[in-house]
């Protein structure tokens, strides 16, 4: 039996096959739109081509299986910056749902870029792919287009994950301004609202700090003792004289107090933890920070006489 000849594939220089970007290659691939949608997970249909957007004009539009617009921005050559600029540029312009961009040569940094755009941004997807001709043996040059960056499920959900962190830290930053601008919030009255767990002022004492924290459910008040890189032994030593006095301090708090020695880590803390947190419905998050607050002023005073006391190292 005769084994069947096998042919070499061979890539074409793209020049040889669309002379001029714009009337070769943008023309073809708006007559055969369907390479590109074989190439990627879209589904584009009535392609217009030099669409304007502004001063300039995007390579082609089309429109995805919802009815959203599609920007297609063609280059065969090396990716560079002008190019990307002009797919964000047309994008934004046109108020498109999608960007592709078609490269001969992408380089490393432009497909990061891409990459980088997917995940930090659910309101668009951008696509981008590399363009080659091959034939084999004698037969007509045929379009080569590999996908090289998309909007994947993994990207696309550390897209989601950024938009809940950013959620996160806005709704923390909200929080945090009601509680400071409370006025039996004197203590921390000077402090400017941030957008993480916690915030503190100084007991009066280097490295022992006066916290709020808060996480979903939960929020506290906090003696918090660090005196820094090396010290743990002096924090514990601090942590320790103040725990010779816990039932004195917890009867002047009015209530048992939770005393973290933190075995194995640097800081210790004594804290007051209090029911509801920043996902509690922002109509009880009055009464949740009057018993957090209550908690802060009762623990400082609690506190303070045995602050005063306290043998501190150098």
């Not at 995805?64 to 190019?83: P, T």
């Not at 029911?275 to 009880?284: K, N, V």
């Not at 009055?286 to 303070?304: D, F, G, H, K, N």
Request: charged share 25%.
């Amino acid at each position: 039996m005769t084994e069947a000849k096998i042919a070499k594939l061979e890539r074409v220089d793209l020049r040889e096959v669309w002379k001029h970007e714009a009337y070769g290659f943008t023309r073809w691939l708006e007559d055969n739109i369907d390479v590109l949608n074989d190439a990627t997970d879209l589904s584009l249909v009535n392609v217009e081509r030099e669409k304007s957007a502004g001063s300039f004009s995007a390579d082609l539009v089309a429109e995805d299986a919802s009815g959203d617009k599609v920007i297609i921005e063609n280059q065969i050559g090396k990716s560079d910056h002008d190019h990307l600029g002009k797919v964000i540029t047309y994008l934004t312009a046109l108020d498109a749902h999608a960007a592709v961009w078609i490269v001969a040569d992408p380089r490393p940094e432009h497909v990061a870029a891409i990459g980088w755009l997917n995940a930090s941004t659910r309101s668009a997807k951008f696509y981008l792919l590399k363009v080659e001709a091959v034939r084999i043996g004698q037969s007509p040059p045929a379009p080569l287009l590999t996908l090289i960056a998309d909007p994947s499920a993994e990207t696309e959900e550390v897209a989601r994950a950024k938009d809940q962190f950013a959620e996160r830290y806005d709704t923390r930053q909200r929080w945090w301004s009601l509680l400071v601008a409370r006025p039996d919030a004197k203590l921390h009255a000077h402090i400017t609202p941030g957008r993480y767990s916690w915030i503190g002022t100084s007991s009066g004492i280097r490295g022992l700090n006066l916290n709020y924290a808060v996480t979903q459910d939960e929020c506290g008040a906090e003696l918090y003792i660090d005196r820094g890189n090396g010290a743990e032994a002096e924090n514990k030593a601090i942590f320790d004289q103040l725990a010779a006095h816990k039932a004195d301090i917890d009867k002047a708090f009015g209530g048992e107090l939770s005393w973290e020695r933190l075995e194995g880590k640097r800081a210790c803390r004594i804290k007051a933890s209090v029911p509801g947190g920043y996902r509690s419905p922002e109509d009880e998050w009055p009464s949740i920070q009057s018993a957090l607050v209550s908690a802060m002023t009762r623990l400082e005073a609690a506190l303070r006489p045995y602050l005063k006391t306290l043998k501190l190292g150098q």
